[in-house]
């Protein structure tokens, strides 16, 4: 039987909708995941009980309100089904009953040495314009969400007190709670790819060959927000995970020392693999790495793989299709990693012919694609993150580009045309 969204549900989601979303920073996740107990996961269950909501509720409304027939393509609606769906999910998940006295406790920061220990407050992304990648629901809620900000409830998990044995009912919720996780995030798993199908439907449909600056807009606020929301649900599902297996370095999916060379080296080696596969090259263009070994910083690993492979493959491609896939020797690509009192600079840099300067904004528009024929995209054809071929979707680029800005960094690109 397949799920039907009823009218009283999206009233729902409208209301939570008007409410904005809550920031939380990379430190703050750190900070709060260091010792996970019953009762720091029940408070993150409670947060993310409020949170995760009030985002997937944006992303509906913004689904929904989409222009010229965009919100009509079918595969623009089952993703938002898809949001609506898992939005009552959580919402419907029945909560525990709480004695006055363990809500007492689970207010209560924790001490560290005595003294009580709260988490560090967050702070402007310096890589995001106020608003950048916000959307336009309007914040009517706002006396309501400052009232739930003063009573500590909508704090990234005010880290609690932890002395003593938690009632079993909370760890029931926790486990049902992270379940719930799990499922939305398979479910969720091809929305690239579905967002990435229902944009090639309105092209085909309106004959259009680019798309707007509008929907160019809307979807670097759709998959920021799917970074951040895809982002607390990985890393609470890993701190759940976490009781039982541990790794020193890291704190849910969030490697307290990333280490950037062993990241590059694998990053190099896929996208050398699927340009040999994709070229039918018995050996890809080489990559030369400058790094330190031991050069390590607080990261997601994760992310960090996913802009490196996608740089890469778009520079391998460069260099086979400027030279010729008949080439045999290919000149080689460099990645040089510098690290700088602030920032840590991946430079890639290749011989693959620049790009025009009149073409450099086209590279961050989606479904720009130098490929001549854009591949079809089943839905199905990954149901893991999207990993697309070698190139044809335009994608690569500018989501790298939102997951470097998602904990303030960028992505910057430098061509010398020819």
Same mark, same amino acid.
């Given at each position: 039987?397949?799920?039907?969204?009823?009218?009283?549900?999206?009233?729902?989601?409208?209301?939570?909708?008007?409410?904005?979303?809550?920031?939380?920073?990379?430190?703050?996740?750190?900070?709060?995941?260091?010792?996970?107990?019953?009762?720091?996961?029940?408070?993150?269950?409670? #947060?993310?009980?409020?949170?995760?909501?009030?985002?997937? @509720?944006?992303?509906?409304?913004?689904?929904?309100?989409?222009?010229?027939?965009?919100?009509?393509?079918? =595969?623009?609606?089952?993703?938002?089904?898809?949001?609506?769906?898992?939005?009552?999910?959580?919402?419907?998940? %029945?909560?525990?009953?709480?004695?006055?006295?363990?809500?007492?406790?689970?207010?209560?920061?924790?001490?560290?040495?005595?003294? %009580?220990?709260?988490?560090?407050?967050?702070?402007?992304?310096?890589?995001?314009?106020?608003?950048?990648?916000?959307?336009?629901?309007?914040?009517?809620? =706002?006396?309501?969400?400052?009232?739930?900000?003063?009573?500590?409830?909508?704090?990234?998990?005010?880290?609690?007190?932890?002395?003593?044995?938690?009632?079993?009912?909370?760890?029931?919720?926790?486990?049902?709670?992270?379940?719930?996780?799990?499922?939305?995030?398979?479910?969720?798993?091809?929305?690239?790819?579905?967002?990435?199908?229902?944009?090639?439907?309105?092209?085909?449909?309106?004959?259009?060959?680019?798309?707007?600056?509008?929907?160019?807009?809307?979807?670097?606020? #759709?998959?920021?927000?799917?970074?951040?929301?895809?982002?607390?649900?990985?890393?609470?599902?890993?701190?759940?995970?976490?009781?039982?297996?541990?790794?020193?370095?890291?704190?849910?999916?969030?490697?307290?020392?990333?280490?950037?060379?062993?990241?590059?080296?694998?990053?190099?080696?896929?996208?050398? #693999?699927?340009?040999?596969?994709?070229?039918?090259?018995?050996?890809?263009?080489?990559?030369?790495?400058?790094?330190?070994?031991?050069?390590?910083?607080?990261?997601?690993?994760?992310?960090?793989?996913?802009?490196?492979?996608?740089?890469?493959?778009? =520079?391998?491609?460069?260099?086979?299709?400027?030279?010729?896939?008949?080439?045999?020797?290919?000149?080689?690509?460099?990645?040089?990693?510098?690290?700088?009192?602030?920032?840590?600079?991946?430079? &890639?840099?290749?011989?693959?012919?620049?790009?025009?300067?009149?073409?450099?904004?086209?590279?961050?528009?989606?479904?720009?694609?130098?490929?001549?024929?854009?591949?079809?995209?089943?839905?199905?054809?990954?149901?893991?993150?999207?990993? @697309?071929?070698?190139?044809?979707?335009?994608?690569?680029?500018? &989501? =790298?580009?939102?997951?470097?800005?998602?904990?303030?960094?960028?992505?910057?690109?430098? %061509?010398?045309?020819?």
């Amino acid at each position: 039987m397949s799920w039907k969204k009823s009218a009283q549900l999206m009233d729902t989601i409208k209301h939570y909708s008007s409410f904005p979303a809550t920031g939380v920073s990379l430190r703050q996740m750190v900070q709060f995941g260091q010792n996970v107990s019953v009762g720091t996961l029940f408070r993150a269950s409670q #947060f993310l009980s409020e949170e995760l909501p009030i985002r997937l @509720a944006h992303r509906v409304q913004e689904l929904g309100d989409l222009p010229d027939g965009l919100n009509d393509m079918p =595969s623009i609606k089952r993703v938002q089904e898809w949001y609506a769906q898992s939005f009552e999910e959580i919402t419907s998940l %029945s909560r525990p009953g709480l004695s006055a006295e363990v809500k007492e406790r689970l207010l209560k920061p924790a001490k560290a040495n005595g003294k %009580s220990r709260i988490l560090s407050e967050t702070t402007q992304n310096p890589s995001v314009k106020p608003g950048q990648y916000k959307s336009n629901t309007t914040g009517l809620n =706002s006396d309501e969400n400052s009232r739930r900000k003063s009573n500590g409830l909508r704090r990234y998990y005010s880290a609690g007190d932890e002395e003593g044995d938690w009632p079993p009912e909370l760890n029931d919720f926790n486990t049902r709670f992270g379940k719930t996780l799990e499922k939305i995030k398979r479910r969720h798993d091809p929305v690239v790819t579905t967002v990435a199908q229902g944009i090639l439907e309105y092209k085909r449909k309106r004959q259009r060959m680019q798309i707007d600056q509008h929907i160019q807009a809307f979807l670097d606020r #759709f998959y920021m927000s799917r970074i951040g929301i895809r982002m607390l649900i990985g890393q609470h599902i890993a701190l759940t995970d976490q009781r039982t297996s541990s790794d020193p370095n890291y704190v849910g999916i969030i490697c307290t020392k990333t280490n950037v060379r062993e990241l590059a080296e694998e990053a190099i080696e896929n996208a050398r #693999f699927v340009c040999e596969d994709h070229y039918g090259l018995f050996d890809a263009p080489k990559v030369r790495l400058v790094c330190d070994p031991k050069l390590n910083f607080m990261y997601v690993p994760g992310h960090l793989s996913h802009m490196l492979f996608e740089t890469l493959k778009n =520079s391998l491609r460069a260099v086979v299709e400027t030279h010729g896939a008949d080439k045999e020797e290919f000149p080689i690509t460099d990645v040089i990693v510098s690290e700088g009192r602030e920032d840590i600079t991946i430079k &890639i840099s290749d011989e693959g012919g620049g790009i025009p300067r009149s073409s450099i904004p086209l590279v961050w528009t989606y479904m720009y694609t130098t490929v001549d024929q854009t591949p079809s995209l089943d839905p199905d054809f990954n149901k893991s993150d999207f990993k @697309a071929p070698m190139a044809g979707f335009g994608y690569g680029l500018p &989501i =790298s580009r939102l997951y470097a800005r998602y904990f303030g960094g960028d992505l910057k690109l430098i %061509s010398m045309e020819g």
